[in-house]
């Protein structure tokens, strides 16, 4: 492959996609800026996945630029991954993802569309994937010792609600395109290749993946097994309260799974001793995001220095003069975050797995997806090690807010999903979760701070689960 596959004339491609993309961007699922308008855009870089000739269809990989008004002048814009279709003529089954025609430029009179949407243009990534190497900026890589790669498995996309897109190929194999990029080693590829090299099975092996190489280093896309047939612990989690079934044993298994992607994770990635100076910052933070959402949230108000209080005793244990270790976590732990298969026979190839019904019989497995940590902070900030206590207070809220979505609210179900979790847990690590409270209460505490300002900002319906637990938790400091 060479640098020909850089596209040949992309001066004039930005202003002719310009207006079209105007439109078109803002309204995606995955497109995070929205609310605030788009000020311009800038070809970061444009490759031919697949050439864009005058019959035929053409696959442009575009990282793209995005500018809005206030961010310092030197601040890096938003970076956005793109895999746009071009065709002469867009068959009927395509329309819906049209993004435009443009008027000029080196696509003048063609059709631009969202290619993910064409199986023939999804085939074409697949297939750049099974060849490792570069092409232009971009570079395909595979996992060692991993069985080549089948040709010709059709695509579908995965059809769920999710902010980046995702392909199945043949219900074999799953890729992830990220959307919103940031330059540096993506999470959701570092930490799954670490446990797949250090042998931990509970994380889908990346057995492919791309990158750019220039002018940054992007991590574009992920190819991991598809555990067909499978069911997330979130849905499990919501049919259990359902049919009025405890979730104890799952909970426990999950802990067991969190515990073992712990260890695994602090014996393949670097670990840093947390001492008072570092404890100290880590309650500044917390303090820092306390006052941010109290301020745009009012109703935080009363809770604020009972809330205080919970992040001082995290500063406080710095004082004791114990050392406590931070590692590399998943940063975005919850229910959503963990899929159970294995204990069903594989369905026809076309239906669609997602909506099987499954129940968490014996049998099956648990593992754990979507190590990207929260994507809108900045990538180094999620890259960096943190106590381990910081994905069990992401779970302990889950198990809450899946107690919290059932009528009647059933706060038994989840204290026991809590206990035998922390039990669990335990039992794999030799640490019991709850032996350090006051770490514990720091994390949950800050947990549900964020959650009341992302309910408040997108879901107002949801804010009341939040601050229900912000009410217990500003509660229980004495
Ligand atoms: N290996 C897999 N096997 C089966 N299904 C999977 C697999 N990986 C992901 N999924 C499904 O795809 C969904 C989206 O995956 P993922 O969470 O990685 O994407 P995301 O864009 O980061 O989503 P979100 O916006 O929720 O963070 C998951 O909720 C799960 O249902
Ligand atoms: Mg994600």
């Known amino acids: 492959m060479s640098e020909a596959a850089s596209f040949r004339n992309s001066a004039g491609l930005l202003p002719s996609l310009a207006p079209l993309l105007h439109a078109w961007l803002p309204r995606r699922r995955w497109f995070a800026g929205k609310g605030q308008p788009v000020t311009g855009f800038s070809l970061v870089s444009a490759t031919e996945l697949l050439p864009v000739r005058s019959t035929g269809p053409g696959l442009l990989h575009l990282l793209l630029g995005v500018h809005r008004p206030g961010l310092p002048a030197d601040a890096p814009p938003d970076c956005y991954q793109l895999l746009l279709g071009v065709r002469g003529v867009l068959p009927s089954r395509l329309a819906p993802a049209l993004i435009g025609r443009p008027a000029s430029g080196p696509l003048a009179g063609r059709m631009v569309y969202e290619g993910l949407d064409d199986p023939r243009l999804a085939e074409v990534v697949l297939e750049r994937l099974r060849t490792p190497g570069t092409l232009g900026p971009l570079r395909f890589d595979r996992f060692d ?61 990346p ?11 992007y991590t574009l896309g992920v190819l991991q097994p598809y555990l067909r047939g499978s069911a997330d612990g979130w849905r499990l989690a919501l049919d259990s309260l359902a049919a009025g079934r405890p979730f104890t044993e799952e909970a426990r298994a999950l802990g ?61 244990l710095g004082e004791e003069g114990l050392a ?11 229910l959503g975050q963990t899929l159970y298969a294995g204990t069903h026979p594989p369905g026809p190839p076309a239906a669609s797995p997602e909506n099987r019904a499954v129940s968490a019989a014996p049998g099956g497995r648990w593992s754990v997806i979507d190590f990207e940590g929260e994507p809108a902070r900045p990538l180094d ?37 809590r206990i035998a979790y922390c039990e669990g847990y335990a039992e794999t690590s030799g640490t019991d979760p ?39 938790l500003a509660a229980a400091v004495i």
Not at 176 to 199: H, I, M, S, T
Not at 324 to 331: D, K, M, S
């Open 381 to 417: 900030e999620r890259r960096r090690p943190q106590p381990p206590v910081r994905d069990i207070a992401g779970m302990l809220r889950s198990f809450d807010y899946a107690a919290r979505t059932h009528r009647p609210w059933n706060p038994v179900w989840a204290e026991d999903c």
């Open 256 to 316: 067991r799974v969190t515990a073992e992607v712990h260890t695994a994770l602090a014996a393949a990635l670097p670990t840093v001793e947390l001492r008072r100076a570092q404890t100290e910052l880590l309650a500044d933070a917390m303090n820092r995001r306390l006052n941010e959402a109290a301020r745009a949230v009012p109703a935080l108000l009363p809770y604020a220095p009972r809330l205080r209080a919970a992040f001082d005793a995290l500063a406080g």
């Open 207 to 217: 057995v492919a993946w791309y990158e750019s190489v220039t002018p940054a280093p």
């Open 145 to 205: 010792g991993a069985p080549a790669l089948p040709g010709g498995l059709a695509a579908r996309p995965l059809g769920a609600e999710q902010s980046n897109t995702s392909l199945v190929y043949g219900d074999s194999y799953i890729l992830k395109f990220f959307r919103r990029v940031q330059p540096g080693p993506n999470p959701d590829l570092e930490l799954p290749l670490a446990l797949a090299r250090a042998g931990c099975s509970r994380v889908p092996v």
């Open 434 to 472: 709850r032996e350090e409270p006051e770490l514990l209460r720091a994390y949950e505490t800050d947990k549900a701070v964020y959650e009341v300002v992302y309910e408040a900002r997108h879901r107002p319906d949801w804010l009341p689960v939040p601050l229900a637990a912000i009410d217990r």
């Open 324 to 334: 406590r270790r931070a590692q590399r976590v998943h940063g975005d732990l919850h």
